[in-house]
């Protein structure tokens, strides 16, 4: 996706449903780090991956035998967490659609996290557990176990649990939210409590990121999201608050946008698909936008566009774009679009007939150009802010061959031909070896003789 191509007068949030992506069961989906692909959590317990431009399936993963509870990209965008409800999380290499790593836990999983900058390690939420901090760089996976409470109030420890918990974006700093409604900050080297502060008095439910990595969302089970403002100290500060005040709705999922402006929540209405845009610094209702009578389970919002996409109960994917008006001035700096019809006034020199000499001198003038196709320019769209270029990044997937086919070396070229020219001398024909499907496909669409 090339950013310059993109209309720099775009609307800021997206209108309509274009597109719709059904495959399976989905519970659950986020955007890599450019937007290129989309991965979806389903509830048979498989992972779906999309490539966002062509928006068809490019990896299909199987390795949970329940639902997935979370899925998480890395910052390279070549590996996938999933956190399911059969009590394990699955790392998954995406370039070769391998497994990379399975660690069980002693409970379900709620969510899991990946850290922003090491690969290999994430942190995770159980059910009415403990957060665990998970390093898989070893042959057998390291786990570290996370405060709950603060050690003034470790007697209630038995009552309260970790709900949510992310990696700040360097990640040095974990934040939790519990069900008490404590916001908690972890330092991740010494895995010690720094703060604690409760901001609610019900069951924190999730905290997300903005690009930035200063702002933060809360959502929480009083029907309200909260806007938090990191200072010098890395100690969130309340600056807004967004409901609904007349319908009291509960959220069940709410994001930033892409250039953060906007802050978006989905409502958990049992007949509705609404999604509510706020101003992030005004706290005004933006717009309200109503899709389908599905129920609303996930959002999320595109890291580079004015697009979000929405997952209905009913395990669709729903795509949300905004408008588009034809520009025909895009193709000719000095086009016009008429109301009326009119006479056209020619030019004195535009219908002149150019020498042969003059037009090829004007081509050779024009190969003399230097175009420098060596040089590559960080965009800063996505590299965020005060953020360098780190490793090598996966912005699509390559093709994987089918099942059963496996690409063939130089001998058994040489090995097959032989067999083809043996084969003809004797008049005989002989199969190349193949898997059982291949042969029921070659009898399913072979054609009767026609007497």
């Given at each position: ?6 209309d720099p007068w775009e609307q800021e949030y997206p209108q309509v449903i274009e597109e719709t992506l059904e495959d399976g069961y989905v519970l659950t989906c986020r955007f890599n780090r450019n937007g290129t692909l989309l991965a979806g959590g389903c509830l048979d317990g ?223 209405h049992k007949a509705e698909h609404n999604i509510y845009i706020w101003d992030k610094n005004m706290g005004n209702l933006v717009k309200i936008l109503e899709g389908p009578k599905e129920p609303l389970d996930d959002l999320a919002w595109h890291p580079v566009r004015p697009i ?144």
């Amino acid at each position: 996706m090339n950013l310059e191509l993109l209309d720099p007068w775009e609307q800021e949030y997206p209108q309509v449903i274009e597109e719709t992506l059904e495959d399976g069961y989905v519970l659950t989906c986020r955007f890599n780090r450019n937007g290129t692909l989309l991965a979806g959590g389903c509830l048979d317990g498989r992972c779906v991956v999309w490539d966002f431009d062509t928006k068809g399936v490019v990896r299909s993963l199987l390795g949970h035998i329940k639902p997935v509870a979370s899925i998480s990209w890395s910052r390279n965008g070549r590996y996938l967490l999933s956190a399911s409800k059969d009590w394990t999380c699955i790392v998954w290499d995406l370039v070769t659609a391998t497994r990379y790593a399975k660690v069980h836990f002693s409970t379900p999983l709620m969510m899991a996290h990946m850290h922003p900058r090491n690969n290999f390690q994430f942190v995770a939420s159980l059910f009415q557990d403990s957060s665990v901090v998970v390093d898989i760089s070893q042959q057998e996976p390291q786990k570290w176990v996370l405060p709950t409470e603060a050690d003034g109030k470790e007697d209630h420890k038995s009552s309260a649990y970790i709900t949510a918990s992310v990696w700040n974006k360097t990640g040095t700093l974990i934040y939790t939210g519990t069900s008490k409604g404590y916001l908690n900050i972890i330092d991740a080297s010494t895995r010690k409590m720094i703060y604690s502060s409760r901001i609610t008095s019900t069951i924190i439910k999730g905290i997300q990121w903005s690009r930035n990595g200063r702002d933060m969302l809360v959502i929480a089970n009083d029907r309200v999201i909260r806007f938090f403002r990191l200072d010098e100290h890395d100690i969130p500060i309340l600056q807004n608050k967004f409901q609904d005040l007349v319908n009291r709705i509960q959220w069940n999922q709410a994001s930033f946008s892409a250039d953060g402006d906007f802050v978006i929540g989905g409502s958990g209405h049992k007949a509705e698909h609404n999604i509510y845009i706020w101003d992030k610094n005004m706290g005004n209702l933006v717009k309200i936008l109503e899709g389908p009578k599905e129920p609303l389970d996930d959002l999320a919002w595109h890291p580079v566009r004015p697009i979000i996409g929405s997952v209905s109960s009913y395990g669709n994917i729903h795509i949300w774009t905004s408008k588009h008006e034809e520009s025909w001035s895009a193709f000719a700096p000095d086009f016009t679009e008429l109301e009326e019809n009119m006479d056209y006034q020619e030019k004195e020199d535009e219908f002149d007939v150019v020498p042969e000499d003059e037009a090829s001198q004007r081509k050779l003038d024009d190969e003399d150009i230097l175009v420098d196709v060596t040089t590559d320019e960080t965009i800063e769209d996505f590299l965020g802010m005060k953020e360098g270029r780190g490793e090598e990044e996966v912005f699509y997937l390559p093709t994987l061959p089918l099942e059963g086919e496996v690409a063939p070396s130089d001998s058994d070229a040489e090995s097959n031909s032989d067999a083809t020219e043996s084969s003809q001398l004797s008049g005989k024909r002989y199969d190349s070896p193949s898997t059982e499907e291949g042969r029921r496909h070659r009898k399913l669409y072979k054609k009767d003789d026609v007497s």
